[in-house]
């Protein structure tokens, strides 16, 4: 099992992009569905993006439609979140993950990344 490692996360400023890679989307011969997942401080951990592992099927919260985007690269391992028009509310740790289905969990803590920081000034 290949652990997600996030990256591209930073300090913005409101109405800025940023673009967000998660590695570790499948190994050899096998791509995982994936999602993106936040937490915000003293917030409970909640969906954000979802993508089927042939990229064909894609799912979004409501909070970000029409301003994030998800897509994957699977000859690289690798799925991204584009995300435009930042807004404060989106200030989170941005977590990358193996996922079963839209706004599903992962069922293994190891199916988690690490988390990366994302940070809107308004």
């Known amino acids: 099992q290949v652990q997600p490692v996030e990256s591209g996360g930073g300090l913005v400023q409101a109405g800025d992009s940023l673009r967000l890679t998660c590695a570790g989307s499948g190994r050899t011969g096998r791509n995982y569905n994936m999602g993106w997942f936040r937490q915000a401080p003293g917030k409970e951990r909640e969906f954000v993006a979802y993508i089927s592992w042939s990229g064909d099927y894609k799912y979004y919260a409501d909070s970000v439609k029409g301003r994030f985007t998800i897509s994957r690269d699977n000859a690289k391992n690798t799925v991204y979140l584009q995300m435009n028009s930042l807004k404060a509310e989106d200030t989170a740790v941005y977590f990358c993950?193996?996922?079963?289905?839209?706004?599903?969990?992962?069922?293994?803590?190891?199916?988690w990344g690490q988390g990366i920081q994302v940070t809107v000034s308004s």
């Open positions: 993950a193996r996922t079963s289905g839209p706004g599903r969990f992962p069922s293994q803590d190891d199916y």
